[in-house]
């Protein structure tokens, strides 16, 4: 499950994500997936480790570039973030995804 304190952020919007569960990135969602979002530059090099061509490589983008484009970037940790570090984190992710949205 997600961490409790992501929990209650998600409540306040009025969104559930107690049944949100992750997994690792296989080779195959670059078959399922036209764009693959990652939170760092960590996780991108990771997955583009798992490219198989320059078209795989392409769908990959750091989320955070939807709002500050082309600066690569990290989500921040929301555990190093204080009293405020989840909200914090759900705001931006809430404005990249508001972008992604508007791009769609």
Do not use: W
């Not at 209650?8 to 078959?31: G, L, M, N, P």
């Not at 693959?36 to 530059?41: E, L, R, T």
């Not at 090099?45 to 769908?59: F, G, I, P, T, Y």
């Not at 750091?62 to 759900?90: A, K, R, S, T, W």
């Amino acid at each position: 499950m997600p961490d409790k304190r992501s929990i209650a952020v998600a409540e306040k919007y009025h969104i559930d994500i107690t049944d949100q569960r992750c997994r690792q990135f296989k080779v195959s969602d670059f078959d399922d997936f036209d764009l693959i979002y990652v939170m760092d530059n960590s996780n991108k090099r990771d997955v583009l480790a798992l490219a198989r061509d320059e078209n795989d490589k392409a769908k990959v983008k750091i989320i955070l570039n939807e709002i500050f484009p082309n600066e690569n970037v990290d989500v921040p940790d929301p555990y190093y973030g204080g009293e405020f570090g989840f909200e914090n984190v759900y705001k931006l992710l809430d404005k990249a995804c508001t972008v992604i949205t508007e791009k769609l």
